[in-house]
């Protein structure tokens, strides 16, 4: 699961594995390589190892086997104060009896960097989040989104190659979350910073990523950019964890080529992409995106698959409409379609058909 290759690798995990208690692994022979100045999402489920990969590369925890690379140099026996590294966690972790300007001057004084330039540095790391005016003031008569922006400023302020944020905006509401997403994008890609960013929330990762690496049981599942993770899922995790997704049910009966025959469990047949299938007989979960789905006849592309569906739900979301149809035996199977004026409004108990094209629909592991 390497990105880039060894030679050109900032940050490189190799054979990586963490256990806390000797037995179980909660990181498993985890290989990861990032390039300078990329954007790099681990994103999973708690407990997935996400978490204690960051940790492993702050410094905080040590890894049971494996090396870890900054630059090209082993830093497994480095202590975390010496590693250069900014770090930003979801709690502000800001000292309480300082003011903004001495918590962001604090880790240029441990770094023995003199006044004059202190004060520069910290002014300027201040304008950068938008938080000049507030140099004076304590963490206490700050908000929420306040306090985290100058605990970025802080991560920011010694200018480190390399930024570590663990779950920063999860106590915050969601529009402060959303504008600082895009805030740390613009900063991150502003200053050229590598940066290292851990969360559970789907869209965060999908907004902000140049790549992102799935987790689950302490492995990584898929590392791709974002378009490709959600449009070209690898497992059925991957396909489940990241956005909405619709599965069916069945067995493969051939495969020709890039398009494989599926018998669903209620009889029908359908055509998939086999992406994670290899012979005839296996059992396989079809996996389709639901603004893959269409049910205006007038807009169906040649080649497409319809099937029968029931309106159990039609749902008015503004910009989208949400419908929930009964499809081959499974209720839960969802369609998006934008709010435009000539989409068609459903009844619940209306019988429709559906369509969507073989390429759009992916044979994954059952």
Same mark, same amino acid.
């Given at each position: ?21 000797? &037995?179980? +692994?909660?990181?498993? /022979?985890?290989? #990861? ?7 790099? $999402?681990? %994103? ?122 663990? &779950?920063? +905006?999860?106590?915050? /509401?969601?529009? #402060? ?7 740390? $994008?613009? %900063? ?179």
């Amino acid at each position: 699961m390497a990105g880039s290759s060894a030679n050109d690798a900032f940050v490189a995990f190799e054979r990586v594995q963490k256990s806390y208690d000797g &037995e179980t +692994l909660v990181v498993k /022979d985890l290989n #990861l390589t990032m390039p300078k100045g990329e954007f790099l $999402t681990m %994103l999973g489920p708690s407990g997935s190892g996400k978490t204690t990969c960051l940790m492993m590369l702050a410094g905080f925890e040590t890894a049971t086997h494996g090396e870890i690379l900054l630059d090209g140099k082993p830093i497994n026996n480095i202590p975390p104060h010496k590693r250069g590294i900014g770090m930003v966690f979801q709690n502000y972790a800001l000292f309480p009896h300082m003011t903004v300007a001495e918590n962001l001057s604090f880790p240029l004084e441990v770094r023995k960097i003199g006044k004059s330039e202190r004060e520069e540095k910290v002014r300027r790391a201040l304008d950068m989040v938008q938080m000049g005016k507030f140099e004076s003031r304590r963490p206490a008569q700050l908000s929420g989104g306040q306090q985290q922006r100058i605990a970025l400023a802080r991560a920011l302020v010694f200018e480190p190659e390399l930024v570590l944020m663990d &779950e920063p +905006l999860g106590a915050l /509401d969601k529009q #402060l979350r959303e504008t600082l997403q895009f805030e740390i $994008t613009r %900063l991150a890609h502003d200053l050229g910073i590598t940066t290292v960013y851990v969360t559970h929330d789907q869209t965060e990762a999908l907004t902000m990523s140049d790549r992102v690496a799935v987790f689950d049981d302490g492995r990584i599942q898929q590392l791709a950019p974002p378009d490709v993770l959600y449009e070209q899922p690898q497992n059925s995790f991957v396909a489940q964890f990241i956005g909405e997704n619709n599965t069916l049910e069945g067995v493969v009966q051939e495969i020709k080529g890039d398009i494989c025959t599926v018998k669903l469990d209620d009889g029908e047949v359908i055509d998939a992409k086999p992406v994670n299938v290899s012979k005839p007989g296996e059992r396989t979960r079809v996996s389709i995106r639901p603004e893959r789905v269409e049910f205006n006849k007038d807009r169906l592309q040649p080649g497409a698959h319809t099937l029968k569906a029931e309106v159990m739900e039609f749902i008015y979301m503004g910009d989208i409409f949400r419908t929930r149809l009964r499809v081959a035996g499974n209720d839960e199977f969802v369609v998006k379609t934008r709010n435009a004026p000539d989409q068609v409004r459903l009844k619940p108990g209306q019988h429709i058909d559906i369509g969507w094209l073989p390429q759009d629909c992916r044979a994954l592991d059952a």
